[in-house]
């Protein structure tokens, strides 16, 4: 276990040594740890070296959060973010979009050619914590199986929501419109862990469960995550597939970006920056009803739903974003859960760039 402090304090390093300005690196950090501190631990710490670190090294992301505005109206804006950091790129847009919503009731901001942009949910808590309303989607290369095909297609795709309580924390329904995503997979193999039946099917339509080789079949295209629902329409595979598709849509078309396997990073058998494309919503809250009065209202909801009848066996009934914040209210004490193999990783990184002051 490390500090949430400590780890917010390795990553902030790791980028500004990697070039990232001061401010666009604290960003990225602390979109990162908040994922760590959040349970997330798919898109936290785990993530920095093979996702972010070796992308910048081989030059396919590049270290700049600015961007350009391609297009704006009063309630709407068009970015480039020029394959610099999404992180920083995305906590932008979110604050134009929650600028935009504070005197135009309802804003829409969406971005092109930008990169990874860690947990979605970190931007809808940003609308959350502004009274209003927030939803964001992104595009990501592809890995999804459209239903009754075994191709790696979509991307995983979140389509998130967030939006204040009068509770403690927010509601925030932050998950990929796959089965699981790539993140997933990776967790499940640093632990070696199989991964559940329908996760992932191979080309001939049966799952796979071996995570590390999956890892390696996503990229050569010999595996397919599958949609929300699962394979084939008996589960209802296809409503994941619908949404899936809706997020790529709305992730290229308003950007006139690529999409699906324009996305895979690789052309020509070289490597290239991935031109990933998001979109971020915020609605005012206050333009229909007092805030505290929406809060209440949303609370009484959430609060009903855990109080109703529970299965046998189970005693409690957990509403999106509860057990995040759980997860933190005991990170806080103990600290945040590392791998040996992502401390080797953090140690390589260390060490490429003479940090000395990481606590570990």
Not at 310 to 331: N, V
């Amino acid at each position: 276990m490390i500090p949430a402090d400590t780890l917010e304090c390795f990553i902030r390093d790791v980028f500004a040594s990697l070039g990232v300005k001061e401010d666009d690196a604290a960003i990225c950090a602390d979109v990162l740890i908040t994922a760590d501190k959040r349970g997330i631990d798919s898109h936290g710490i785990a993530r920095l070296k093979n996702i972010y670190y070796d992308r910048i090294k081989e030059g396919t992301q590049k270290t700049t959060g600015d961007f350009e505005i391609l297009k704006e109206s009063p309630a709407a804006a068009l970015l480039d973010g020029k394959d610099g950091m999404g992180h920083a790129i995305s906590k932008k847009a979110m604050d134009m979009a929650i600028k935009k919503a504070g005197e135009y009731g309802t804003a829409m901001v969406a971005v092109k050619n930008s990169t990874h942009y860690g947990i979605a949910g970190y931007y809808v808590m940003q609308a959350a914590d502004a009274d209003m309303i927030g939803i964001t989607g992104t595009n990501a290369r592809p890995s999804v199986a459209p239903t009754f095909g075994v191709e790696n297609m979509l991307g995983t795709n979140p389509l998130t929501i967030g939006l204040p309580t009068d509770e403690e924390f927010p509601f925030v329904i932050d998950c990929a419109t796959s089965m699981a995503q790539r993140g997933k997979v990776e967790t499940h193999s640093r632990l070696s862990k199989k991964l559940p039946e329908g996760w992932v099917i191979g080309p001939d339509g049966r799952s796979k469960t071996d995570a590390s080789a999956v890892l390696d079949d996503l990229l050569s295209g010999d595996a397919a995550l599958t949609p929300l629902g699962g394979i084939g329409e008996e589960t209802s595979g296809y409503k994941g597939y619908g949404y899936c598709a809706a997020v790529e849509i709305l992730s290229s078309a308003l950007q006139s970006g690529p999409f699906l396997k324009m996305l895979s990073g690789i052309k020509d058998g070289e490597k290239v920056p991935y031109h990933l494309g998001h979109f971020f919503i915020a609605v005012n809250i206050s333009s229909f009803v007092e805030p505290d009065a929406f809060k209440k209202t949303a609370g009484g909801i959430l609060r009903a739903l855990r109080a109703s009848k529970k299965a046998p066996g189970r005693d409690r009934i957990y509403t999106a974003g509860e057990k995040e914040h759980l997860a933190w209210q005991e990170r806080k004490k103990t600290g945040i859960p590392v791998t040996e193999k992502t401390l080797a990783e953090m140690k390589i990184m260390r060490d490429e760039l003479g940090l000395s002051c990481c606590g570990f």
